[in-house]
């Protein structure tokens, strides 16, 4: 779906905005090894070589990469549940969280703490240290912590939410909290205040790292007071921004200015933990767990704000990487930590090492995620669904936040635009039409300069997005890739490269495609293999558009787009051209004509459209247009004025060329009798029916 | 299943050395214009070395010979020349000729991967780059003019090769921006007072320092003095030379995207 309301684009932009959190967290446990300062034996490994701005960098995604996890769960978690109902909600949180949550701890348990033992017996040269004594609730949690955290807190909301509904069966408090919510957005208060009961539990804290930010709770079972507080707040806003109507649009206006508080205060907490590490109790400590919030929240409401803003439409690449993050997260601490360990003492500096990880970390994560997860099980499993090796027919998936299923009706059409609205600026230049390409068959799209042909022909192509409406093209959205392949295109004022000779701008085109026909074939079908080793920049004016026309063709495409292909065509060109599109629908290949010239409309098209002023004003065959119209065109030799005759009942158009008298008119019979009574010195009357230009004439007035 | 899903599928199975292979294709072709177009190729490929065999090999011949730094600054300042002028304008004047002939809006609506004209444009600004670069240590070596460890050496290439990358993102800036014509004024408007004023063409007095750190050539020099492992010529830190590296081209290439996405 285009339109940039809809729901789904905004799950589009979520997703995306999980996805970074999660990836974010990769990035995080790859630095963790390069950090100055660290006393042997927090982390896996301690590199040679440290570097105290990849320290801050890493505290400045710590301040709020989970917390932007959670707040984008608990949105996603109201969706769900009441998508779903309880019974199915718990079914698929078990299958979604619990079930990865016990996979990883069994699986992964084993391989962190060889790694973990591997890795601490070489930050302490050689000799494995000692182990501490443990508390009584250790329980290992490690990197899955968040899942277990993420339970907890469906238990207690899911609980809260049944509490509530008991308490106020009228929804009064529902009603105030939702516009509390949007309210406090818009305001920006919610910036400021949301991070107040973590605060409150950070203060507590009796000895605080600053830099650790929210103490993570990853080694026991039993919830920790500011992870619960603080994940806790962030889920709960999440679900009920998603009870909120306005909330996100509000999120997506303030995203300027919450990602500037966030960067300020982040930089504020960057110099005061500079200065001090380790939280002394007083007013500093007071200071910063608020300031803390702030910059947590700011983060969290202006990074959602941002992606809302900007990456709301559907990308494949990016639902793909949407969908990789969550495996990716899961498994990717022992990758990580053993690139870690293995490079610890290389002579080599952070600059150089710690990318590699990262990049080694990827390559294996995203392999592992696309040869072992994406079409398995696994997929299943992590993602609700299971992708096999050869695409799907679209409409298959059954998650949420896929592509709508597309309208894929047997012999239907291959384009369409349904309700589309496209506006620039004050000028509306398509006003809620509605156009489909049939199969096979040529449409030409007929209007006056400005009416909004070029405007339709470019959100078929992907090249503009309508304000309202869905496009689509050969059954998909025309973002998408895979459905631009299915089509040629010849576009008004384009110049290819004049340095190419005409084989190599027909091979670069081929190179787009899956199944393109040969160069010499096309150039054979454009009727141009004269001209195959010639540069464009010799060729003449005809000879650029057989050349565009040769591009178009070159992929087999399914939906050719000709926009006014024939202009400035000597006659000869021109019907060549017009064989070389006839051979095309031979072949079942559609077309798409926007033309000025009526009769290449009338030579070529099998249905008509007409625009103007952004509406469609008439569609059917070449018949059909005459016959809307019954126009016929009357001509005499006669001293009448055309300005009286204009005035008489049924004439459309009235025109003098020297002698002749030419008349365009609805009721040809009518006029005809008053002309004779007007004039009985007229002479040479003719009447025949009018051609498409009168026709068209009289529809683009009357729509006037 | 009915036929249009059939077609879909067929429409959708991208194969993915198709996909490599129109990169290449691409690729090959960037690189075939440039190659094809005198007024590019010549004075990127020619110009450099030229002036390097005027400068280090006539004028400062023998001042060379007593001081080896003085040859290493020649070497450098040129070299930096030779790869980045192809980076700049490669990209940004060729970008903006097609953002005015409308093959951009064509290659945005053609199934083309979305990034293979970027990447086209920069992997041929690169080659363009090597070609320049080449004679300009052939010329250093053979005449030995320049002082540098085969390590060394080595190292400065692939530092200089990683500086192009800014001057990339600053040409698909100007080449988003400016018209065709005007865009081969606007990136030597850029360029050029860069050479001087980034002290990369001949040192500046000290009451100029403040001021080196705005041209990216300043960060490209240094960038590569660190890894060269050339001790008399490093005035900022490795990581300073990184960071502003990468903020050059994320600011250049922030810009470049967000006129795109709004003009096309």
Known sequence: MNNPNTSENRLHALD?????????????????????????GMWFAIDSSTNAVLSDAAFVSHIFRMSLFFFIAGYFGRLLYQKLGARSFWANRLKRIFIPLVAG???????????????????????MPPMPEMPADFFPLGHLWFLYQLLLIYVAVVAIRALVARLDPAQK???????????????MAGTFTLGLPLAAALMSLPQWFYWMGIPTPDMTLIPQVPASVGFGTAFGFGWLVHRSKDALAAITQRWFANLGIAIAATGWLLHSMHAQPVAQPGLTKTVYALVFGVALWGWVLGLTGAALRFLSNYSATRRYIADAS???????????VALQIWVSHWPLNWAVKYPSILVVSFAVLFLSYHYLVRPTFIGQLLNGRKHPRKPQPPGSSPSPAAPPPADTVNGGPVAQLRGITKKYGAVTALNSIDIEVRRGELLAVLGPNGAGKSTAISLWLGLIEPDA?????LGGEPQDIAHRRGLGVMMQDVELPKELKVRELVRLAASYYDDPMSVEDTLRRAGIEQLANRPYGKLSGGQKRQAQFAVAICGRPKVLFLDEPTVGLDVQAREALWASVRRMLADGCSVVLTTHYLEEAEALADRIAVITRGKVIASGSVDDMRALVACRQISCESRLSIAEVRTWPGVVEAQRTQERL???????????????????????????????????????REAA | MNALALESIAVGSAGRGRTLGAYLTETQYELTRMIRNPGVAIPVLVLPCALYALFALLIAGEAIDKDANL????????????VTMPALFGT???????????????KRAQPAPPAAWVVAKIASGLVLAVLAYAPIVILALATGKVSLGAGQMAAFSAAIMVGTIPFCAMGLMIGSLASGTAAPAYANLIYLPGCYLSGMFFPMPASMYWQTPIWPHFHVKQFAMHLANVTGSQYESLPMAIGSMLGFTVVFAGITIWRLTRKG
């Open chain 1, 173 to 187: 408090l529902r009603c105030f909290v939702d516009q509390a919510v949007s309210g406090s957005i818009r305001t």
């Open chain 1, 662 to 700: 030419n008349i365009t008119a609805t009721d040809a019979e009518g006029v005809v009798r008053q002309l004779l009574a007007a004039d009985p010195a007229l002479k040479r009357l003719e009447v025949r029916q009018a051609g498409l230009n009168e026709a068209f004439t009289e529809l683009t």
């Open chain 1, 105 to 127: 701890l069994i699986v992964l348990g084993p391989i962190v703490s060889f790694l973990w033992m591997t890795g601490i017996t070489k930050v302490f040269g050689g000799k």
């Open chain 2, 71 to 82: 040859g290493i600054f020649l070497f450098t300042a040129f070299s930096i020349m030779a």
């Open chain 1, 469 to 473: 409406g869905t496009v689509t093209l």
């Open chain 1, 326 to 336: 969550y495996w990716i997260y899961l498994a990717h601490l022992p990758v990580v």
């Open chain 2, 92 to 106: 940004g004047v060729t970008l903006a000729l097609e953002r005015d002939m409308g093959l951009l809006r064509l």
């Open chain 1, 16 to 40: 995306a905005v999980r996805g970074f959190a999660l990836l974010l967290g990769v990035a995080f446990h790859a630095a963790l090894s390069f950090l100055p300062g660290v006393p042997p």
